[in-house]
């Protein structure tokens, strides 16, 4: 099964899954471990999160989960081309409120943000919210200049109401707290896969 923890920059996911490497049976990755163009596009992002999946599938076969910790969000997932291999897939929304995002990212690198005054950034967490409670919210923000192996389908008509997306909004709980509660959901995942 592959869990993916997914947000905007700065919302706590990666420290998060670093505390979950201890979880019987998961194999924990973070999207960034292959290295970030200084430019990274949609194109990029997707194929990248396509050679993901197929370790997961690797994993997979040898009785693991795999914990991605990414910028990936659930329609993404469900469009890549080995999604429809995978025996499972759960998404948790990470996310955190705007000033504590803003503040982050300064502590960060005050280079990036200053780009463009942290735009970018809250703009994407904005999508994520979104898209985590009605699949058809804003689709193009996916889909316009992106990878053409991808199969938009899996997705795009899908109706609001029909996936569940938690969220866990980091901004007054720790890193510990974070990760007990994401150490909760993958359970509750497992069993829910394992009763069907």
């Not at 019987?24 to 949609?42: A, H, K, M, S, Y």
């Not at 005050?110 to 009605?134: I, K, P």
């Amino acid at each position: 099964m592959l869990f993916v923890l997914t947000g905007a920059s700065c919302s706590g996911k990666s420290v998060i899954a670093e505390l979950c490497r201890d979880v019987d049976r998961l194999v924990v990755i973070d999207f960034d471990e292959v290295g970030v163009p200084d430019l990274p596009t949609t194109e990029w992002r997707q194929r990248t999160l396509e050679h993901w999946l197929r370790i997961a599938l690797d994993h997979q076969a040898r009785g693991n989960d795999m914990l991605l910790s990414g910028p990936n969000p659930l329609g993404e997932v469900l469009a890549a081309p080995s999604a429809e291999l995978l025996n499972g897939i759960a998404t948790m929304l990470v996310d955190v409120d705007d000033a504590e995002r803003i503040a982050r990212l300064e502590r960060r690198s005050r280079h990036a943000l200053y780009l463009d005054g942290g735009a970018g950034y809250l703009g994407w967490a904005h999508w994520h919210r979104a898209h985590a409670t009605n699949p058809r919210h804003a689709q193009h923000w996916l889909t316009t200049d992106a990878w053409g192996e991808m199969r938009w389908e899996r997705w795009t008509a899908l109706p609001p109401g029909s996936w569940r997306v938690p969220v866990l909004d980091t901004t007054n709980v720790s890193v510990e707290a974070g990760a007990a509660i994401v150490r909760d959901w993958i359970a509750g995942e497992r069993a829910a896969v394992a009763s069907v």
